[in-house]
């Protein structure tokens, strides 16, 4: 009896508090006479700030660092991303699309749009070969939402190329940069506190990006899901920076920007705010499934019986301690989509009666056809279109669909001499071990390592496809040139003086083995030592891989 009292004396703690954080406020409510952008046209915010804090992000950061979070995508290069795409033509029609929704009499402070490569986290995982970590694979697929626009205190809109790619109208696309404008145009970003916050939590996206530079270039799939898994979540607790009031007056500047300037539907707001309430449905499961459930009811519980709850498959991974340690300062008072969806369309009844009904447009082509995607339809030909046609043939492939993906491969090109895409070429690679063409995977990857940006998976592949081939020196090579493009990384040593021995390289044997007993680990350098000595045969039944034997 004691136990349901206690649980009794919970729920009814949750409830309460739930209520107390659902009251929402009176001030700037629909009741008010003055629109939010009027307000703002006659009482005019000082910008000037959005200045001081770029110089202190160029100070603490580099000159190129618009915002923390931009930095810490940027640095994601690590975990297999293509961090910040250079598609002239889609960031001009962003700008144009930012421009228009600014209203006259404003002048706001210098807003850059950077676009980022976020598809690139299922990429990553993409590669991690079946059988292993399966469970976390699929974790971070539901933890990965390409479906956001995020804005930074310096003034940049990070938009995700899986937005950009996932929006079907030009309404739902609008009301997501005129939401972010908002919280630009009405400096929600003055609040000391809120701006602490808003740096603690994309810290943890540049510590998960060192984890993975560090540890995750070994080939490790658990370490580089994990290493995923604390960016992911680091960029979902940034959409929930903003409290119950900011967000409402976010959504409702933001609909007046869309519906008044832009000249768009009020649906395209409704759809975008359905996609985020799905979004964060999905995701407190997968995280729930991590870690276990962080509810108000689970928290008390604990606290007055003393027995922990159950907490998941892997309550210690770094993704729980970083949504355990800022849960209550983020989740208290930040309203869910629904709450925001419902307050929303009482205010644009009010306030807007009359864009009610109005048509939702499409993205038209050139040619005058309609067009499926924001990506698409701004830049067909450009970088940001080609990736995001190769992540959507990678995940054809692991869908088993290859008859979808090889139309890819074709429209994109199979390999081709000048690609600089390595998505592109990972999926011809994939492709071309589907048809079991081997010589043919192994050209794809070899061009995949050799592009400017950096993907572990390639060079983890084609060295584990040289040594399955004996071409040992290639191997070798290979793995010494991944150690330089991860900085030298010292884990790259045993699997090196291996492929060397077996190569015959003696002399170069010896130089990675002595360069290795420079390291102050001392299991590394026992298995440097290990990796100088000839193996015993294989067992038959036995994994002969020797990449995997030393843990690379």
């Known amino acids: 009896m004691a136990i349901v009292r206690y649980v009794f004396i919970a729920c009814l703690f949750a409830c309460l508090a739930t209520s107390a954080f659902a009251s929402p406020s009176n001030a700037g409510s629909p009741d008010s006479v003055a629109k939010h952008w009027t307000e703002l046209r006659d009482h005019p915010i000082d910008y000037s700030r959005f200045e001081e804090r770029r110089k202190e992000l160029a100070k603490e950061n580099g000159p190129k660092a618009t915002g923390v979070l931009a930095l810490g995508f940027a640095n994601r290069v690590e975990l297999g991303s293509y961090p910040v795409i250079e598609d002239p033509k889609l960031k001009a029609a962003l700008e144009a699309y930012v421009a228009k929704l600014i209203p006259p009499g404003i002048t706001p402070p210098h807003i850059e749009v950077i676009v980022v490569d976020d598809l690139g986290i299922r990429f990553s995982l993409a590669t991690v070969a079946p059988g292993q970590d399966d469970a976390l694979e699929l974790l971070t697929e539901r933890l990965s939402s390409d479906y956001y626009v995020q804005s930074t205190e310096g003034a940049g809109l990070i938009v995700s190329l899986g937005t950009l790619h996932a929006t079907k109208t030009p309404d739902e696309l609008n009301f997501l940069l005129a939401h972010e404008i908002s919280h630009i145009l009405l400096d929600h970003f ?231 895409l390595a998505p592109v070429l990972m999926l011809g690679t994939a492709v071309a071990l589907a048809d079991g063409k081997r010589a043919a995977a192994i050209k794809c990857l070899k061009r995949a390592t050799e592009v400017a940006q950096f993907y572990p998976e390639a060079f983890q592949l084609l060295a584990q496809m040289y040594e399955d081939d004996k071409r040992w020196a290639d191997a070798a090579d290979l793995i010494q040139n991944w150690q330089i493009r991860a900085g030298y990384a010292p884990e790259f040593y045993p699997r090196l003086i291996a492929d060397l021995r077996q190569a015959g390289k003696k002399d170069d044997m010896q130089s990675a083995l002595d360069s290795c007993r420079q390291v102050s680990d001392a299991n590394l350098v026992a298995a440097c030592e290990a990796a100088a000595v000839p193996q015993p045969p294989a067992s038959p039944g036995d994994a002969a891989t020797p990449g995997a034997s030393h843990g690379i």
């Not at 005058?368 to 054809?396: M, T």
């Open 190 to 420: 003055r609040s000391e506190e809120r701006e602490k916050t808003f740096r603690q939590i994309a810290s943890l996206g540049l510590v998960a990006a060192a984890v993975a530079g560090r540890q995750g270039s070994n080939g490790s799939a658990r370490t580089a899901v994990a290493a995923t898994l604390g960016a992911v979540v680091a960029s979902h607790l940034l959409e929930r920076q903003w409290d119950r009031d900011q967000e409402r007056e976010a959504d409702e500047m933001g609909s007046e920007l869309l519906v008044e300037f832009g000249h768009y539907s009020p649906d395209g707001a409704y759809h975008a705010l359905t996609e985020i309430d799905g979004e964060e449905k999905r995701q407190a499961k997968a995280l729930d499934e991590l870690c276990g459930p962080e509810d108000a009811g689970t928290r008390i519980l604990e606290t007055l019986i003393g027995v922990k709850q159950q907490h998941g498959r892997d309550p210690n991974n770094p993704a729980c301690a970083v949504r355990k340690d800022l849960f209550a300062d983020l989740f208290k008072n930040h309203p869910t989509a629904a709450d925001r969806l419902a307050n929303l369309k009482a205010y644009q009844a009010k306030v807007y009666p009359d864009a009610q009904g109005r048509d939702v447009t499409v993205f038209i082509d050139s040619h005058g056809r309609p067009v499926d995607n924001f990506v698409a339809f701004a830049s067909p030909d450009g970088d940001a279109n080609r990736l995001a046609e190769a992540y959507e043939g990678l995940d054809d492939v692991r869908d088993h669909n290859l008859t979808a993906a090889r139309a890819i491969v074709h429209k994109l090109g199979d390999c081709r001499a000048k690609e600089t």
